[in-house]
């Protein structure tokens, strides 16, 4: 099993850094592992979206939590009701750290703590 998970987050990686085209080696993806992981790739570059398009809307923010499944990641802007939840793989979250969207929410949340928000 900790094989599969080194091959998953082998292709995750491939897949964020753009080197790897889905349209281009549609035969391959067509496998039940390929397939797998390139969904969990279309999920959290969504969140990374959704943390994009809410960054600019006051009282957004996100946060980390973990679970008996691993960790959860929590978007949520009150003024659009609009609240989400994704679990996440270590390796997935590792890569949405590093997203400026992501990074401006979470350092929003920690500068509003600070002001005792």
């Not at 993806?29 to 398009?53: G, L, P, T």
């Not at 691993?70 to 949520?76: I, P, R």
């Not at 793989?89 to 992501?102: D, F, G, R, S, T």
């Amino acid at each position: 099993m900790d094989h599969r998970h080194e091959w998953d987050r082998t292709l995750f990686e491939t897949l964020t850094s753009n080197r790897l085209s889905r349209n281009k080696y549609f035969a391959q993806f067509n496998n039940d592992w390929f397939k797998a992981v390139h969904r969990r790739y279309r999920v959290v570059a969504s969140v990374k979206k959704d943390a994009e398009r809410l960054g600019t809307i006051p009282e957004t923010n996100c946060w980390i939590s973990s679970s008996a499944d691993g960790l959860l990641f929590h978007l949520q802007s009150p003024r659009l009701s609009y609240k989400r939840v994704v679990a996440l793989q270590p390796y997935e979250w590792e890569w949405l750290v590093q997203q400026k969207a992501i990074q401006l929410l979470l350092s929003a949340n920690s500068e509003a703590a600070l002001l005792g928000g």
